[in-house]
């Protein structure tokens, strides 16, 4: 099936209406989130004398878990910031962080829910006077686990 068959098909989720819960109160609007994935580390091991097979062992994972946000900032509203939940960048939010998938309805057709977050880094796009773009801010943030709900 091509893909713009798939768009038109009514039971299609669309994934560019979604809502960001953090510390289960605060909902903040991003544009785009990316590095949504649930990994493993694994191991391949190959069989001495009969080499046709090789056998993947669990390994511990050596990298974290990073989830990146984006969004424009706006004229007439404050942006978003870490600190401004009181929370700074490095330090441990309290609460999971919800990301709801909304359907065209308006209401959630599948949650997210990512636990042990910690604010990475927090940044902004480059200022350029030569260049007519939005200023964009960014956010990512590490966790431990995610599970969708």
Not at 64 to 91: N, Y
Request: proline share 1%; glycine share 6%.
């Amino acid at each position: 099936m091509s893909a713009a068959k798939a768009m038109q098909r009514a039971d299609a989720l669309s994934g560019c209406n979604f809502l960001v819960y953090f510390n289960y109160v605060t909902k903040v609007g991003f544009s785009k989130i990316s590095s949504i994935e649930q990994t493993i580390a694994t191991e391949a091991f190959v069989e001495g004398g009969v080499n046709d097979a090789v056998h993947s062992l669990y390994s511990p994972l050596t990298t974290e878990k990073i989830m990146v946000f984006e969004r424009g900032i706006l004229l007439d509203s404050d942006h978003f910031t870490p600190t401004a939940m009181t929370v700074g960048v490095g330090q441990q939010l309290c609460e999971n962080v919800i990301i709801a998938v909304l359907g065209t309805d308006r209401r959630a057709k599948k949650i997210y829910a990512l636990d042990g977050c910690i604010f990475k880094k927090w940044s902004i796009s480059d200022m350029d006077a030569m260049n007519d773009q939005v200023l964009i801010e960014r956010f990512e943030m590490a966790y431990e686990r995610m599970e969708e709900c």
